[in-house]
Nanobody
Framework: QVQLVESGGGSVQPGGSLRLSCTAV????????MGWYRQVPGKEREGVAV???????LYADSVKGRFTISRDNSKNTVYLLMNSLKPEDTAMYYC???????????????WGQGTQVTVSS
């Protein structure tokens, strides 16, 4: 099982930026995609961005042009740089490790504990 450790959440004003990090402590063979998902209480978890082993990204329409996902394979770490943050980006953000370049969480079996992002003036 892969253990994922997240960091970087916090509070920021609208228009601000945050960078989330997620490190896979135990990396298992066949897990080649990492992604970020978010959830607001009372709503379903939604895919934000996913990145393949080669660095190819996939973004939700709601974050295209504002968020950038990247990875450092030597450190088993994935990053999510969030710019031009909006109040509607407020959510618990989860890191996930999975087997397909897809925003569908059905492909992701290992999850972090989550880090809160709050965008408010």
């Amino acid at each position: 099982q892969v253990q994922l450790v997240e960091s970087g959440g916090g509070s920021v004003q609208p228009g601000g930026s945050l960078r989330l990090s997620c490190t896979a402590v135990r990396y298992k063979y066949g897990t080649f995609c990492m992604g970020w998902y978010r959830q607001v209480p009372g709503k379903e978890r939604e895919g934000v961005a996913v990145i393949g082993l080669g660095g190819n990204p996939l973004y939700a329409d709601s974050v295209k042009g504002r968020f950038t996902i990247s990875r450092d394979n030597s450190k088993n770490t994935v990053y999510l740089l969030m710019n031009s943050l909006k109040p509607e980006d407020t959510a618990m953000y989860y890191c996930a490790a999975g087997s397909a370049l897809s925003l569908s969480e059905s492909w992701f079996k290992d999850w972090g504990q989550g880090t809160q992002v709050t965008v408010s003036s």
